[in-house]
């Protein structure tokens, strides 16, 4: 807490003399109020931050692929690697194994916040970053999922247990655990730079990352996007798609 912040606004020696309270119990007292009250701002953020969570879920990927463009979109390559796998969507928590090496996924079980998407950025396909018991103390600390530009093992456990893992594809090698890397820096994965914080909104369509800064407008888009396609019939669907795709015909000089 910042002293100078805690004077201003717990002045020591004036609130002594008033209250007869030593000087220093008064500062600690002022420092204790600001910690709680920055508390419990912190967890309303995030409170916030998991409501808005909570409506990406309700998006598909393809919804937010048709907001996003492509660059939001990771290699059509890293899938779901076991089916049907429910929707998923949480913030990024991002970690980068160097060929060969898992080390840092396995710390980062420990360290990523429940909700969270932990983001992997693997060296190569060679050598596995998870196996079952990893994944299944991932999902026991209330991880949402793994997203992997590499190879996992154990699939088997891995969906009996139903933790979502996308990836991109099993090996049964494991890697070594010799190389410390920084967490949740920006990482690139599947072609599409994520930091921590972006939301990552994955099922069998694909997976989409949104960048925090632009999430809010993004999932007012998506929403309304979703809300107008709910309420279109088929039938109004395809009498405006024909029209549409008959004057790029026409503009290209096609006739039946």
Not at 101 to 127: K, P, T
Not at 163 to 176: H, Y
Not at 194 to 211: M, S, T, Y
Request: charged share 25%; proline share 5%.
């Amino acid at each position: 807490m910042d002293d100078e912040l805690v004077d201003r606004m717990f002045p020591g020696e004036a609130a002594a003399t008033l209250t007869g309270i030593p000087a220093l119990t008064i500062k600690e007292l002022g420092s204790r109020v600001l910690a709680r009250v920055t508390s419990v701002s912190k967890s309303l953020r995030k409170e916030l931050d998991m409501n808005a969570i909570d409506e990406y879920q309700k998006i598909s990927p393809t919804t937010l692929a048709d907001v996003l463009g492509h660059e939001q979109v990771l290699d059509g390559r890293i899938r779901a690697l076991w089916s049907p796998i429910p929707r998923v969507a949480g913030p990024a928590f991002t970690v980068r194994c160097p060929p060969g090496d898992n080390l840092m996924l396995h710390a980062a079980i420990h360290r990523a916040e429940r909700g969270s998407v932990i983001v992997v950025a693997a060296g190569d396909v060679d050598y596995a970053v998870s196996g079952g018991n990893v994944c299944a103390v991932a999902q026991r600390r209330g991880i949402a999922a793994f997203v992997v530009d590499g190879v996992i093992r154990d699939i088997a456990e891995v969906r009996d247990l139903g933790f979502p893992v996308f990836a991109r594809g099993v090996m049964p090698i494991p890697g070594g655990k010799d190389v410390v890397t920084p967490l949740n820096e920006p990482v690139q994965c599947g072609g599409v730079t994520v930091a921590v914080g972006d939301v990552v909104v994955a099922d069998e369509e694909g997976i989409v990352v949104v960048p925090v800064a632009r999430s809010e407008r993004v999932l007012a888009e998506a929403q309304a996007k979703a809300t107008q396609e709910a309420g279109q019939s088929l039938q109004e669907w395809e009498t405006a798609h024909r029209a549409r795709i008959d004057s790029i015909l026409a503009r290209h000089g096609f006739t039946d």
